[in-house]
């Protein structure tokens, strides 16, 4: 199977530590051929000689989610893509902001948009309030738009990304 894995949107905290933990972990299933596509935060932990040669890394210096650079990065990830021939698109999380061809599977990661209850938004001030409200939108967006399945970790979280995006909770994995 031929697989990309993507971590072009991975900036910081345990986001890294997922994504480099699952790119390790994929060492142990060596059938498979992977094509890692690393954000500059992912790249800094990688040492690529630790991987055989059914492993290639790929650079994206610049995150899809970037104003400026969004269409030069869209426009690499769909060459790599075309070039590659996946069977599947591995998001570790999301959103991607494009759209592969192939099934796309992408981690959801953002609790505190299913969870509004929570102590976090009574503590934020409120210019950080607005701008995680408009966030919202907009990811909510690009997950509707870009993904295929998802992937999350609790039974409870599953049921709300599923109101949260509208979507049918057969196309939501809990692990």
Known sequence: MILIINTSCVKKGGSIQVALSFIRECKEFPDNIYHVFLSEETSRDIIKSEFSNNFYFYLLPHSPSSLIHYYNTINKLKQLERDIKPDCVFTVFGPSYWTPKAPHLVGYGRGYYLYPESPFFK??????????????????????????????????????LSSFLRKNRDNIYVI
Request: charge should be positive; avoid cysteine; hydrophobic fraction near 40%.
């Open 123 to 160: 503590r934020t001030r409120l210019f950080l309030r607005l701008r995680i409200i408009l966030l919202k939108e907009v990811h909510r967006f690009f997950f509707k738009r870009n993904s295929d399945y998802y992937f999350i970790e609790s039974e409870d979280a599953k049921v709300r």
